[in-house]
Nanobody, 125 residues
Framework: QVMLAESGGGSVQAGGSLRLSCAARGFPDSKYVIAWFRQALGKEREGVAG????????SYADSVKGRFTVSKDNARNTLVLQMNSLKPEDTAMYYC??????????????????WGQGTQVTVSS
């Protein structure tokens, strides 16, 4: 059974940094697609950053490029999202999503069968 558990959310002032982690359990090996999504109040869930199943292709939403960095620790089966220069518009619930395979875009929520419970990020101005 696949389980994803996010941690590291919190409150920070604009310009600050936060580091989110997602622990993935239950996959047979380190080859799986994994991504961060976020959902602000009243808005649709959107992709933030994702890594392909071979760990070779990393994708970012335009809104976070240059500020966020995603990395995967295969030994610990952990996905990390380092968020710098945070803005109030980054305020959202952040979710980790994963699956063995996807046949569409990394930021398409319908591609993922496994989701974490989410961790709240709040950025104040």
């Amino acid at each position: 059974q696949v389980m994803l558990a996010e941690s590291g959310g919190g409150s920070v002032q604009a310009g600050g940094s936060l580091r989110l982690s997602c622990a993935a359990r239950g996959f047979p090996d380190s080859k799986y697609v994994i991504a961060w999504f976020r959902q602000a109040l009243g808005k649709e869930r959107e992709g933030v950053a994702g890594i392909d199943r071979h760990g070779k292709t990393i994708s970012y939403a335009d809104s976070v490029k240059g500020r966020f960095t995603v990395s995967k620790d295969n030994a610990r089966n952990t996905l990390v999202l380092q968020m710098n220069s945070l803005k109030p518009e980054d305020t959202a619930m952040y979710y980790c999503a994963a699956d063995l395979w996807i046949d569409g875009s990394w930021d398409d929520i319908s591609q993922y069968n496994h989701w974490g419970q989410g961790t709240q990020v709040t950025v104040s101005s």
